[in-house]
């Protein structure tokens, strides 16, 4: 019996704004600002790779994916196209519902997010933020 050793998923916890931002600020080389109707935009090497903003009065986190992860998610429970960067032919998902993902499944995203980012900037760059392993 294969599933008798598969655990039970666990509850799944959604993130919190003031959590979404720690997380991001914990990243080498972000920033972070405020815009577009109060939302936390951060960014690495000052390229966009997440946003905190509102969908009905509650957290909407928006974050780059690869081509195929978009394809696999953009209708998911919970998640739809970026408004704006989608539409524009970009590969960036936005998590209407946090419930949908959870905490984990989100840092996973942010982490994607950050590092497809980052890969983008130039060498040097990327060297004086200290980014380059090795």
């Not at 959604?14 to 815009?35: I, L, W």
């Not at 994607?112 to 060498?123: D, F, I, M, R, T």
């Amino acid at each position: 019996m294969i599933f008798a050793t598969c655990p039970i998923p666990p509850y799944i916890v959604a993130m919190k704004r003031d959590e979404f931002n720690a997380y991001c600020g914990s990243k080498p080389g972000t920033s972070h600002v405020v815009q577009w109707g109060n939302s936390d935009v951060w960014k690495v090497g000052g390229k966009l790779f997440a946003v905190c903003g509102w969908n009905s009065g509650q957290a909407a986190y928006t974050f780059k994916v690869t081509p195929l992860v978009f394809e696999l998610f953009v209708e998911a429970d919970g998640y739809r196209p970026a408004p704006y960067l989608a539409s524009r032919g970009m590969s960036w998902l936005q998590i209407t519902d946090p419930e949908a993902a959870g905490r984990d499944a989100l840092k996973q995203h942010l982490d994607v997010s950050y590092a497809l980012v980052a890969e983008k900037l130039p060498k040097k760059f990327r060297a004086e933020l200290g980014l380059l392993k090795g």
